[in-house]
């Protein structure tokens, strides 16, 4: 069986950005080769007229590893569809926006300059925030892979997300943990200046009031004071917490985890779809990680053909296995290609065109893809598929259902 490397979390109403630079386009100044986020000005290159797909999102910074894959998911997608030579073709490019609200609007102002036709928004929240506001504004539709947050979608009938929303990761994380009894007393320690690890945390809370579980320990941290938990893990040891929920990012969760085993404590961990990443993070003992569950849109080790084929090409070009934000991102482009194919959308209309267009054709379509089979989205943007429980046994992830 194929070893999942990286982290991924999806849920029954959670989680999913990115896309690489053809022609030369990009935006990406990263030297990290390591992270292969160098642009390819031939492999993605378009055979005829292009639909101009972009996007922002980390290809540097703390949080390039969530850029990054999901930008080489869209890549090997783009790839894809653009060797078969057909009506529908895409010119991709992205912009770093180092997960920053501020460089964001200014990449897709980038982006916009450019010519963008269609957007695979940003990849992380408070960045979508800031540009899904301009998508709108500007009738420039977006799918976003991975930006979570209600913020994201709200009030924007043209922004559909990918990924699960931030409350249903909260509310759906409560009810998995609620129905296979896996604690009985429970923490959580989130981050109070984070739109993603707050949004999470109050429907955590909200779901594990109505579903009766016992929340002991309830506590938080900031930027500042994210480094030392030893408060946080001290009240839940002292009050009893078998099972720690963790809705952040992998950065701090690979502390928390590092500093519980120092102080000989050992809770069930259950995370989210930020913790992905944290097996291949430079310095980080995996085996900190054992035992850590959560709920995740796919799952590199399935053995359907189209996941096999994914993670083989993926390997192959990248040379690690995908996570879920890659995946997230290859569906996007996928689920561009069938909306445009059935609008029997054109290169030369204009964005809003292809915008009233796109809003048409996915609330009423129905996608299948690496995330999800029977996918739909309602008229909010938000998506329904169904997740799938994974724990991290021996440095891969396996199936918990």
């Given amino acids: 069986m194929m070893k999942k490397k990286l982290l991924s979390l999806a849920l029954a109403g959670m989680m999913v950005l990115g896309l690489a630079a053809c022609g030369g386009n990009g935006g990406d100044t ?102 899904s506001v301009k998508n709108n504004e500007d009738r420039i539709f977006a799918l976003t892979p991975s930006a979570s947050s209600t913020a994201t979608i709200e009030g924007k009938d043209d922004v559909f997300q990918m990924c699960f929303m931030d409350p249903n990761q909260g509310s759906a994380s409560a009810t998995y943990i609620s129905e296979k009894k896996l604690g009985t007393k429970i923490a959580v320690i989130w981050k109070n200046d984070d739109v993603y690890s707050k949004g999470i945390h109050e429907t955590f809370v909200a779901k594990a009031e109505e579903l009766g579980l016992e929340i002991v320990s309830d506590t938080t941290f900031a930027d500042g004071n994210d480094t030392d938990f030893s408060v946080q893990l001290t009240d839940a040891q002292k009050n009893g917490a078998d099972l720690v929920f963790l809705p952040m990012y992998y950065q701090p969760a690979s502390l928390i985890l590092a500093q519980a085993q120092g102080m000989s404590y050992a809770p069930k961990w259950f995370g989210v779809d930020g913790m992905d990443g944290i097996l291949t993070m430079d310095g980080f003992d995996t085996t900190l990680a054992e035992g850590v569950m959560l709920l995740t849109p796919f799952n590199a080790d399935a053995e359907d053909q189209q996941t096999k084929d994914f993670v083989a090409k993926y390997q192959e070009k990248y040379n690690e296995i995908p996570n879920q934000f890659a995946a997230d991102a290859y569906d996007c482009v996928y689920a561009y290609y069938q909306a445009l194919t059935n609008a029997k959308a054109t290169p030369d209309m204009d964005a809003t065109t292809l915008c009233d267009l796109m809003i048409q054709q996915f609330t009423t379509m129905t996608f299948n893809g690496l995330t999800g089979t029977d996918v739909t989205w309602d008229s909010t943007g938000a998506v329904s598929k169904q997740p799938k429980g994974m724990v991290i046994q021996n440095g891969a992830y396996v199936g918990l259902d």
């Fill in 30 to 131: 990263s030297s990290d080769a390591s992270t292969d986020s160098s642009t390819d000005s031939s492999a993605a290159a378009p055979t005829g007229a292009a639909f101009k797909l972009g996007g922002t999102g980390p290809l540097t910074g703390a949080a390039a590893i969530y850029g990054v894959a999901a930008k080489n998911g869209a890549t090997i997608a783009v790839e894809e569809i653009n060797a078969l030579g057909g009506d529908i073709q895409f010119d991709l490019r992205y912009e770093d926006d180092v997960h920053d609200a501020e460089k964001a609007v200014n990449a897709y102002n980038t982006l916009k300059d450019w010519g963008m036709q269609l957007s695979l928004g940003s990849v992380t929240s408070k960045p979508a925030e800031a540009t």
